[in-house]
């Protein structure tokens, strides 16, 4: 298959034919030629002229129709179309790379005509060596999870779920699903899943809808190669990253709550020449175990060194893992595990500090009580998550 320089210089060439017959066929040596079988070109990703759908893939016009898309713009120098595909029925099934799931009524509010409602979208290989799937939400928008204490940050009211083939373990009630369930805000987040060697795995988007409020959301399907190069190098990673430097956020961030059911990790490919990964407090708000520290049970004048938010002891429902984090003061002890209402390496004095680690490969993974994240934190506290930078640092490793 010929890359875009040459499907340009075929095109140089073939200027002439084309404007010399109006026809598309040519003879020659008594054979008949058709010109889309002499020029070849990648069925790559490509920019749309549509309003709704950004991106599409290279096809040609013929292709594009008969795979069941829409032409939307040119690509390769004029001979292919930008074909963009997109699905919003429930039921349907995704086997084009490039595609736009949507809710039904798109762009509008998605308004079921009862209650509750599942929505679900299965999505297929579209070639036999993709590894892992990338959702792009465009637009992610439904009911906020639960506030009240004992249930606070449960996605009861709607959610979504995400299984394949081999991983199709759900969050259930003490039980952490193979992916946490989302709800609430997630507009310009992104999520990975991981698909075996296996041609036939599927990987399967549910949305559960128990009102007729807010249900919209627009999830581009990228499916990977396993040799592409941007394909993280590791499995499990449900959200990853690239760049020296980034930005985390927890999901539902933007929604101003912290979900229950969490526990995934983020993962940082590691850039040429870079050793070791700082991060830093944008915004930062876990629990349950201290309100300012204070482990559970004791009471807020009580607070000493022994009571930190790092560690096993006292981080045992929400916190963010970070392994290999060096303290500042060599003298304290180092942590993995941190909570409460700072970030910082060594406990107290609670206040954020930049965190460091020069583990290889990044992570940064996030776990949540799978019921709620109450505790003992008062009624009003609301937990928010956390939003941190990330900045890699360049060393000889």
């Not at 390769?76 to 039921?91: P, R």
């Not at 199709?168 to 805000?185: E, F, H, M, Q, R």
């Not at 995934?264 to 629990?287: A, F, H």
């Not at 009571?307 to 893992?321: D, H, K, P």
Request: proline share 4%; hydrophobic share 30%.
């Amino acid at each position: 298959m010929l890359n875009l320089q040459a499907v340009q210089v075929w095109a140089t060439l073939l200027i002439g034919l084309v404007n010399a017959s109006s026809g598309q066929n040519r003879t020659v040596g008594g054979r008949v030629f058709s010109l889309f079988s002499i020029v070849q070109f990648p069925n790559s990703a490509c920019s749309s002229t549509s309003n709704s759908f950004s991106n599409g893939t290279c096809y040609t016009s013929g292709e594009c129709s008969s795979r069941g898309g829409s032409a939307s713009g040119n690509c390769a120098s004029g001979f292919g179309v930008c074909c963009v595909f997109s699905i919003s029925a429930s039921g349907s099934r995704v086997s084009q790379n490039n595609t736009y799931i949507v809710n039904p009524n798109f762009p509008s509010n998605y308004a079921p005509t009862t209650t509750p409602n599942t929505v679900s979208y299965t999505i297929s290989k579209s070639s036999s060596d993709i590894c892992r799937i990338r959702l792009d939400y465009e637009s992610f928008v439904l009911t906020q999870p639960l506030t009240a204490l004992a249930t606070q940050g449960q996605c009861s009211t709607e959610f979504m779920t995400l299984t394949t083939t081999d991983r199709n373990i759900i969050p259930s009630a003490g039980v952490y699903g193979d992916y946490p369930y989302l709800c609430g805000t997630n507009t310009g987040y992104h999520s990975y899943l991981d698909l075996s060697c296996t041609s036939t795995d599927t990987a399967t988007l549910s949305f559960t809808l128990s009102d007729a409020t807010l249900n919209q959301w627009k999830i581009k399907v990228t499916q990977l190669s396993c040799d592409d190069p941007y394909v993280a190098n590791q499995e499990g990673c449900f959200q990853y990253h690239t760049g020296v430097t980034g930005t985390l956020n927890s999901y539902n961030f933007a929604g101003g709550a912290q979900l229950t059911g969490q526990n995934y990790k983020n993962c940082i490919r590691q850039e040429e020449g870079y050793c070791c990964i700082e991060y830093s407090v944008i915004s930062y708000s876990l629990g349950p175990d201290a309100i300012n520290c204070i482990q559970a049970g004791a009471a807020p004048t009580s607070e000493a060194l022994g009571t930190r938010c790092t560690g096993a002891t006292t981080c045992t429902s929400e916190y963010i893992l970070v392994p290999g984090v060096e303290a500042a003061n060599a003298a304290v002890n180092t942590y993995d595990r941190f909570c409460g209402l700072n970030l910082n390496s060594e406990g107290f004095p609670a206040v954020n500090a930049p965190i460091r680690s020069c583990d290889c490969p990044f992570e940064l993974s996030h776990i949540t009580g799978i019921t709620s994240i109450a505790g003992v934190l008062a009624a009003s506290l609301l937990e928010d998550g956390f939003s941190l930078t990330f900045s890699q640092i360049a060393g000889s490793c």
